[in-house]
């Protein structure tokens, strides 16, 4: 149990549309960072989210978008969705400073059909 | 660039036998952290070590073990008499440790099947 929940579980979405994904980080952690985790790969880098503003980006095109609230909750969004981007998202928070591992939820399973 | 390679894809024991999982990785930083994480079916990452870069002492943790090796560049994880419950995909990973634990480069993971 590591306090982080993401939601939803499960998503299906066709091509060309726009999801939004929710995270719940822990009280106090004021960093979130996102991945893409494809089908029998290693989750890779989205973006990383430090009180509020986007403080490091991965190998991602633009319409891979977040937002990080006050109440320690984000969001990733991903705008004109493709068929590649059917992957578990995870989201991963912590506090900044504290040398502390990363939290991962749960993951959202996204299918783009 | 950062790199981690976990060249085994999947590993399959008999419950009770030890288990290697490897990890080599690559970074131009003096300072950094490696990780390992393990990804039971339902996909939560869950965390069960952190090494510092300056720190190549080994760790135990139960049946558990971790072996750094900077002059190899690797960071290898035993599980000794292995259990059923040791299966899921396990990841090695990578950070910075100017950008925090939360930017991680990782492997493509060594599924790991323990048979009873």
């Known amino acids: 149990e590591t306090g982080v929940t993401q939601s939803p579980t499960h998503l299906i979405k066709t091509r060309g549309q726009q999801v939004t994904l929710r995270c719940s980080s822990q009280?106090?952690?004021?960093?979130v960072s996102w991945y893409q985790q494809a089908l029998g790969q290693g989750p890779q880098f989205i973006f990383q989210?430090?009180?509020?503003?986007?403080?490091g980006r991965g190998n991602f095109p633009p319409r891979f978008s977040g937002l990080q609230f006050p109440n320690y909750s984000s969001e990733l969004n991903v705008n004109a969705l493709e068929l590649d981007d059917s992957a578990l998202y995870l989201c991963?928070?912590?506090?900044?400073?504290?040398?502390?591992?990363?939290?991962f939820g749960q993951g959202t399973r996204l299918t783009v059909v | 660039a950062q790199k981690v390679t976990q060249a085994q894809t999947e590993i399959s024991v008999v419950e009770k036998e030890d288990v290697t999982l490897d990890c080599v990785y690559e970074?131009?930083?003096?300072?950094?952290?490696l990780f390992w994480y393990k990804q039971p079916p339902s996909g939560e990452l869950v965390f069960l070590i952190r090494r510092n870069s300056f720190d190549e002492q080994n760790e135990i943790s139960g049946r558990y073990s971790w072996n750094f090796q900077k002059s190899t560049s690797s960071f290898n994880f035993t599980i000794t008499a292995s259990q059923v419950v040791d299966s899921a995909v396990y990841f090695c990973?990578?950070?910075?440790?100017?950008?925090?634990?939360?930017?991680?480069?990782f492997g493509k993971g060594t599924l790991l099947t323990v048979n009873p």
């Open positions: 990973a990578l950070s910075e440790a100017a950008t925090s634990n939360y930017k991680l480069t």
């Open positions: 989210y430090y009180r509020e503003e986007e403080n």
């Open positions: 991963a928070s912590g506090t900044w400073g504290k040398n502390t591992e990363a939290f």
């Open positions: 009280s106090g952690h004021n960093t």
């Open positions: 970074t131009r930083d003096t300072t950094y952290y």
